[in-house]
């Protein structure tokens, strides 16, 4: 049985062949046991659209939630539409101080895009360089890289806090994108899928062409590890778009927020300002709208990524 | 600190040693070390940065204390040894708030994973279809970010705006006695799905020959659920509950949102919470020694739930 689910074969497996397919429909009936009752069938089903409605109705809530004026959010039926004024709530909001939730989400995009961009970047260099040298104080720098993946983001913010205000650098852009090109979890990816994806033989021949080694890595190497990099970069994009203790401790100015802290921000203040749920309502279901999006089309990916974190 | 090199040993554990070991490098001259320096020196550089140094100045800084002269006198710090320690151990606050998310996540956390390893599995039998639809409706709510999570969860158990008014006018979901288990069905909302499929994409690893011998034998889909699958998954099992035990410890965004929908949540409800608070009074060294202690608690939870779950998988 172990050796059925070798270790080099489930890391092997998703770089060279990640599965986009359900191979179940593929099976034939034949050999199979004794067929599914009706009853079983059913009953799976429906606890699977019971919980369907569990995660899709807050969803659809907030898209109905964000087409109503103020008045029909508490007077019309929360799911379903009433007067549909969807384009003026996303109207209102961009004109709201001056275009201030555009600029949160431009910053976002910089924050957590570029932010990603660096971090798997950094991550594929190291974790090839672990996979594919060999080096004293290798296996070290790979344990203490580890430890770094085990340490949750949220830990770091106040100790960053802490190292930013004796440079006097809090409240600034630095203070928010520097700590997030770091991705333990992008080395340890990068290194397990450049051993699998990188063959020697491959690296000997470029050798041997007079290729150098740096750029034998960003010609040939990085082209063989790209789906492990789009799983690197999907991972720390989320990891920093959702970072709320490193915004909130570090900025003050209003111009630097992520999104979701300006969210936040205004949410708190609803109490006072009656007139920012709709803000807030409409904010929230246009921040989420391009992730969900990604995330769908991106999800092969995920679980090439998610597959080997938990197999190796 | 020990944090940066012992759970090191912790996620090798969690790795269930995949990879072999390798045969010891024999003394030779290493090859392109210049190639190696330019590769592993930036990522390293930034590591040191912005991982090891700030851990470094934490716990040096737990170790400071402000001293005045008089009561209006400047403020100078100090070593103080570990008097902010004694502090931590008798402020009542954050051991209430650590005793909460605790509590949290005796009951959050194995209720999450059993709902993620039901799902994987049934996705992973014929007993559905429409696979794909509920694979990536399920995954869905992992796109939403805490704070917007929290932030749509509230209006929902609002009274006045929550399509199930048959049940936020009956029981106040966001009163001091529910609002943990409020917080506790939105972290539940966002996780599922994400844990779901790090269990599935272990199932779909797993060779079909695997389930022939008991299909022969006439064993039906819940017995090689059962005496098959969930064996197998078990390293997955373990990983997900370590990261989700760590998430517990450092829940913020989620409570921290729910201050405006709901008074029971106080400033210092979980202890994050707690850290950030002290932080903006501000007294720093306090809560750094707040971060020391929750980071070693946080290790200290994870590696000995690594460890039980170690013992039981030798004797099966």
Redesign the interface.
Same mark, same amino acid.
């Given at each position: 049985m172990s050796t059925a689910i070798g270790p080099d074969a489930t890391s092997a497996m998703p770089a060279v062949n990640p599965r986009g397919v359900d191979r179940h429909g593929d099976m034939p009936s034949v050999g199979r046991g004794p067929r599914e009752s009706i009853l079983s069938r059913t009953g799976a089903m429906l606890v699977m659209a019971v919980f369907t409605l569990y995660f899709l109705v807050p969803i659809w809530w907030l898209l109905v939630a964000s087409t109503k004026s103020r008045g029909d959010l508490f007077s019309t039926n929360p799911l379903w539409f009433a007067d549909f004024r969807l384009f003026e709530n996303i109207g209102a909001l961009l004109a709201h101080r001056d275009g201030v939730y555009l600029k949160w989400i431009l910053n976002s995009l910089l924050y957590a895009g570029l932010g990603a961009v660096v971090a798997t970047i950094l991550a594929a260099m190291c974790g090839y360089a672990l996979a594919k040298y060999r080096f004293p104080g290798r296996e070290t720098i790979f344990n203490i890289v580890l430890g770094g993946v085990l340490v949750p983001a949220t830990a770091l913010a106040l100790p960053l806090f802490l190292l930013f205000s004796r440079v006097q650098l809090t409240d600034t852009f630095w203070a928010v994108f520097l700590p997030s090109v770091v991705s333990p979890f992008g080395v340890y990816l990068s290194r397990v899928f450049a051993e699998a994806s990188v063959p020697d033989e491959l690296l000997e021949a470029s050798r041997l062409d007079g290729a150098g080694e740096i750029r034998t890595f960003f010609t040939v190497s990085i082209r063989l590890m790209f789906p492990a990099l789009i799983t690197v970069f999907l991972f720390q994009f989320v990891t920093i778009w959702n970072n709320f203790f490193l915004p909130l401790i570090m900025l003050r100015s209003e111009e630097l927020f992520p999104v979701t802290y300006g969210l936040y921000a205004w949410n708190s203040t609803v109490n006072q300002f009656p007139e920012l749920r709709t803000y807030v309502l409409v904010g929230s279901l246009l921040s989420i709208i391009p992730l969900i999006i990604t995330f769908l089309l991106l999800q092969r990916y995920w679980r090439t990524g998610l597959g080997t974190g938990a197999l190796k | 600190m020990t944090?940066?090199?012992?759970?090191?040993?912790?996620?090798?554990l969690a790795?269930?040693e995949?990879?072999?070991r390798?045969t010891p490098?024999r003394r030779r001259r290493?090859?392109?070390?210049w190639?190696?320096v330019?590769?592993?020196g930036? #990522?390293?550089a930034? @590591?040191v940065?912005? *991982?090891l140094? /700030?851990?470094g100045? &934490?716990v040096w800084?737990s170790l400071l204390v402000v001293e005045r002269e008089g009561t209006y006198g400047t403020a100078t710090e100090v070593f103080g040894g570990l008097r902010q320690y004694e502090l931590v151990f008798q402020n009542e606050a954050f051991w209430t708030s650590v005793g909460r998310v605790l509590l949290f996540g005796i009951v959050q956390v194995p209720v999450m994973l059993a709902?993620a390893l039901?799902?994987a599995l049934?996705l992973?039998?014929?007993?559905?279809?429409g696979?794909?639809f #509920?694979?990536?409706? @399920?995954?869905?709510? *992992?796109?939403? /970010?805490?704070?917007? &999570?929290a932030?749509?969860?509230?209006?929902?158990y609002s009274p006045?705006?929550?399509?199930f008014q048959a049940l936020t006018s009956q029981v106040n979901l966001l009163s001091a006695d529910f609002v943990l288990w409020a917080i506790a069905n939105v972290v539940t909302?966002v996780f599922?799905?994400?844990n779901m499929?790090?269990?599935?994409?272990?199932l779909?690893?797993?060779?079909?020959?695997?389930y022939?011998a008991?299909?022969?034998?006439?064993?039906?889909?819940?017995r090689i659920a059962w005496s098959i699958k969930i064996p197998?998954v078990r390293?997955?099992l373990v990983?997900?509950a370590v990261l989700s035990i760590?998430?517990t410890l450092?829940l913020?965004?989620e409570p921290?949102?729910f201050?405006?929908f709901s008074s029971a949540v106080t400033s210092t409800y979980t202890p994050?919470m707690t850290?950030?608070a002290t932080?903006?009074i501000p007294n720093?060294s306090l809560?750094?020694a707040f971060?020391v202690v929750?980071?070693l608690a946080?290790?200290i939870l994870?590696f000995t739930f690594l460890r039980l779950t170690r013992r039981k998988g030798a004797d099966a």
């Open positions: - | 944090a940066s090199a012992t759970p090191a040993t912790a996620a090798r790795a269930e995949g990879r072999g390798r490098t290493v090859q392109h070390p190639a190696i330019a590769f592993v930036p #990522f390293a930034m @590591f940065l912005f *991982y140094i /700030p851990i100045v &934490a800084q709902l039901l799902f049934l992973d039998s014929p007993l559905i279809r696979k794909k #509920f694979r990536l409706a @399920f995954f869905a709510p *992992y796109a939403v /970010p805490g704070v917007i &999570a932030i749509m969860w509230g209006f929902l006045n705006l929550s399509p909302w599922v799905g994400y499929l790090i269990i599935y994409s272990t779909l690893a797993i060779p079909q020959e695997i022939e008991a299909r022969i034998d006439g064993a039906g889909q819940a197998l390293p997955a990983l997900t760590i998430g450092q913020l965004a921290q949102t201050r405006s994050n850290i950030y932080s903006s720093v809560a750094a971060s929750l980071a946080t290790f994870s």
